[in-house]
C-alpha cells in the first residue's frame, strides 16, 4: 500500500516550485524609480533632457523616448538591465540599459536621484 509520496519526488517538486517562483518574482520586481533629469545615450549620439512619460522602469518594460524641448519622438527602448552607482558626493544616479527598437543595439538612459525597488 503506497499511499505516500516518495521523498526524493517530493524535494524535486519543492525544488521546481521555489525555482520558479525565485525566478519570476525576481523579474516582476526589478524595478527603479527616480526623481530628476534623465538623458539617453546612443553609441553615436546623446540626447539631454528626456521624457519617458514616467518615473519609473523596470525588467522587460517599454519606455518611448521623447526630447523634453521639443517633444520629438527619440526611440523605443525595451528595458534590459540596470546599474545603480552614486556620484563621489553620494549623489545616487543610475544606468538604465535596453534594447533600442530604431537599431536593435543596445543603449542607455541615465537617471539621477533614483533608487531600486527591489527590496
Do not use: H
Request: proline share 2%; with cysteine.
Amino acid at each position: 500500500m503506497k499511499d505516500f509520496i516518495p521523498i526524493n519526488q517530493l524535494a524535486l517538486y519543492f525544488f521546481i516550485t521555489f525555482f520558479l517562483m525565485s525566478c519570476s518574482s525576481d523579474k516582476n520586481s526589478m524595478e527603479i524609480i527616480w526623481s530628476d533629469e534623465l538623458d539617453y545615450f546612443t553609441d553615436s549620439e546623446a540626447y539631454y533632457f528626456v521624457d519617458v512619460g514616467t518615473k519609473s522602469a523596470y525588467l522587460g518594460g517599454v519606455l518611448e523616448i521623447y526630447r523634453l524641448i521639443d517633444n520629438a519622438y527619440i526611440d523605443r527602448f525595451t528595458v534590459t538591465d540596470f546599474d545603480l552607482l552614486s556620484r563621489e558626493d553620494g549623489y545616487p544616479i543610475c544606468r538604465i540599459w535596453g534594447i533600442s527598437g530604431k537599431s536593435n543595439e543596445v543603449n542607455y538612459l541615465l537617471a539621477r536621484n533614483c533608487l531600486s525597488l527591489t527590496d
